[in-house]
């Protein structure tokens, strides 16, 4: 048994040192190869970085590329040395294609969401700060990936919605604020236009209501017991709640200490008696 392990080993170390003997400078230029490739391919991957940053291209359709040239580079340089050494990349070529064509099925998905992503970042129907509304959620939009869009709602919660879930919807976008409504009512006997009066100083003086849409306020309806005053603002989406709450308590404050009532709700019930009977 030893003997047949020291006849075996003494093969394979044959082997080795033929193969080394005959192509010990195939080697030596494949590694050489396969270097230059690697520091050709980070290279070229950091000048495509700076020229698409310089034409002001976005920074996730930046980096995608530039990791795009940098791989594709590396497998060419690859190919090439093992080449150099009598290595035969046909059946690898072959046992890629057919792991990619069964990766591709299994992962059709993520593939979609990544091709809606490039689509969303070429296109532009959004951008990092935009606020849109989508498949039924809102939010501000903080971070655009390949694979998802991210958004942070007026409750401060991140929401993911994958990207095939936004090309081809209908979509709003209203970019840095969102529209937020409100409306008092105050009594017939008032004045209306002085409680309008009151409402659009309150909203211009307010640091985070936006200039542009303007506040719009006005009569919204006749009620039974009251006219709606209704007002229309816009403020940060992220910042929603606080501004909604402080700019009511506001608007209640100062109508109050205009002494302009705002009425409760009142039904009138007149009783009508059976006339007496005739005896």
Not at 189 to 197: F, G, L, R, T, V
Not at 250 to 262: H, L
Request: charged share 15%; with cysteine; hydrophobic share 50%.
């Amino acid at each position: 048994m030893i003997e047949q392990e020291i006849a075996q080993i003494e093969h394979y170390y044959v082997l080795i040192r033929d193969y080394l003997v005959t192509y010990s400078m195939q080697l030596i230029g494949a590694l050489v190869i396969l270097l230059l490739g690697l520091w050709l391919a980070k290279k070229l991957a950091k000048a495509t970085e700076r020229l698409m940053l310089k034409h002001n291209i976005d920074v996730t359709l930046t980096n995608f590329i530039s990791n795009v040239v940098k791989v594709l580079l590396i497998i060419m340089f690859t190919i090439i040395a093992l080449g150099k050494i009598g290595i035969s990349v046909t059946p690898f070529v072959a046992a890629i294609g057919a792991a990619s064509l069964g990766a591709g099925l299994a992962v059709q998905g993520m593939l979609s969401n990544y091709g809606s992503g490039l689509a969303i970042i070429a296109t532009r129907p959004f951008v990092v700060g935009d606020t849109i509304a989508v498949k039924g959620v809102c939010g501000q939009v903080k971070s655009i990936e390949l694979g998802h869009t991210i958004l942070v709602n007026e409750e401060k919660v991140e929401i993911t919605i994958p990207n095939k879930h936004i090309i081809g919807e209908i979509m709003q976008n209203s970019f840095a604020h969102s529209l937020v409504k409100g409306e008092i009512g105050i009594a017939y006997s008032a004045n209306a236009e002085q409680a309008i009066a009151i409402i659009n100083g309150i909203l211009a003086d307010h640091e985070a209501v936006a200039d542009t849409p303007q506040a719009q306020v006005g009569i919204e309806a006749f009620g039974d017991s009251a006219v709606l005053i209704s007002y229309r603002y816009w403020v940060p989406t992220t910042q929603i709640i606080e501004h909604k709450l402080a700019i009511n308590g506001a608007i209640y404050t100062a109508i109050q200490t205009a002494n302009i009532e705002i009425p409760f709700p009142q039904r009138v019930v007149t009783i009508k008696e059976k006339p007496a009977s005739a005896d």
